[in-house]
T-cell receptor, first 113, second 114 residues
Framework: KQEVTQIPAALSVPEGENLVLNCSFT??????LQWFRQDPGKGLTSLLL?????REQTSGRLNASLDKSSGRSTLYIAASQPGDSATYLC????????????FGTGTSLTVIP | GAGVSQSPSNKVTEKGKDVELRCDPI?????LYWYRQSLGQGLEFLIY????????KSGLPSDRFSAERTGGSVSTLTIQRTQQEDSAVYLC????????????FGPGTRLTVL
C-alpha cells in the first residue's frame, strides 16, 4: 500500500522567509502528485499538479519538484506571507489502482507577520 | 463558474440514524470522488464515480456506506445506522477527465454522530 509522509507536521516562520515543505511516498510507481492547501473549515484548493514525467511545476511564488526514483516531492514557497498560513497536503495517484489519491497528513504552516 | 458544492455544511445526528450527504460537482466534470477526513488523520478515499458508474468502491469502510450518482451529476453518500466513529468531514471532489486532471474539492460536510 502506498504511504505518504509529510515533514514537518507543523512549521512556523516569520513573514518574508523562504521555506520548503517535504513529501515522501513509498511506491515510486505513481501517475501524478498534487499539492493542495486547506484552510480551516474549507475544502482543499489545488496548488500544483505534477505528472510522473515531469520534474517540477511553478505557479507564482510556489515551486514543486518531483523525484520519483527517491519517492520525494518538495513544495518551495518564496517570500512567505501571512496569507500563506494553512495546512498543506500532498497526494499521489498510483498506477493501476483505480483513481485513489493517497494523501499525506499535512504540514500546518503559520507565517508570522 | 461555480465550484463543487456540498450540503449540508454541518450535520449532527444521533447514533443509529441514517444520513445523506450531497455533492454537486462542477458542470461537465465526469469524474467524482468522495473522501473522509477524520480528526488528526489524513484524507481517506471512499469511492470514485465515472459518469453514473462507480468502478472503484474500494474505500467504503463498511456496507453501511453507499453512494450513487444520477444524471452524471449530483451524487449522494448515504451512511446507514451511523456510529460515532463515522464522525468526520466528508469531502467531495470532481475532475474533468478520469485520472488525468486536477481534482477540485468542495467545502465538505462536517458530520457529528452523538
Amino acid at each position: 500500500k502506498q504511504e505518504v509522509t509529510q515533514i514537518p507536521a507543523a512549521l512556523s516562520v516569520p513573514e518574508g522567509e523562504n521555506l520548503v515543505l517535504n513529501c515522501s511516498f513509498t511506491d515510486s510507481a505513481i501517475y501524478n502528485l498534487q499539492w493542495f492547501r486547506q484552510d480551516p473549515g474549507k475544502g482543499l484548493t489545488s496548488l500544483l499538479l505534477i505528472q510522473s514525467s515531469q520534474r517540477e511545476q511553478t505557479s507564482g511564488r510556489l515551486n514543486a519538484s518531483l523525484d520519483k526514483s527517491s519517492g520525494r516531492s518538495t513544495l518551495y514557497i518564496a517570500a512567505s506571507q501571512p496569507g500563506d498560513s494553512a495546512t498543506y497536503l500532498c497526494a499521489v495517484r498510483r498506477f493501476f489502482t483505480g483513481n485513489q489519491f493517497y494523501f499525506g497528513t499535512g504540514t500546518s504552516l503559520t507565517v508570522i507577520p | 463558474g461555480a465550484g463543487v458544492s456540498q450540503s449540508p455544511s454541518n450535520k449532527v445526528t444521533e447514533k443509529g440514524k441514517d444520513v445523506e450527504l450531497r455533492c454537486d460537482p462542477i458542470s461537465g466534470h465526469t469524474a467524482l470522488y468522495w473522501y473522509r477526513q477524520s480528526l488528526g488523520q489524513g484524507l481517506e478515499f471512499l469511492i470514485y464515480f465515472q459518469g453514473n458508474s462507480a468502478p472503484d468502491k474500494s474505500g467504503l469502510p463498511s456496507d453501511r456506506f453507499s453512494a450513487e450518482r444520477t444524471g452524471g451529476s449530483v451524487s449522494t453518500l448515504t451512511i446507514q445506522r451511523t456510529q460515532q466513529e463515522d464522525s468526520a468531514v466528508y469531502l467531495c471532489a470532481s475532475s474533468h477527465y478520469r485520472g488525468t486532471d486536477t481534482q477540485y474539492f468542495g467545502p465538505g460536510t462536517r458530520l457529528t454522530v452523538l
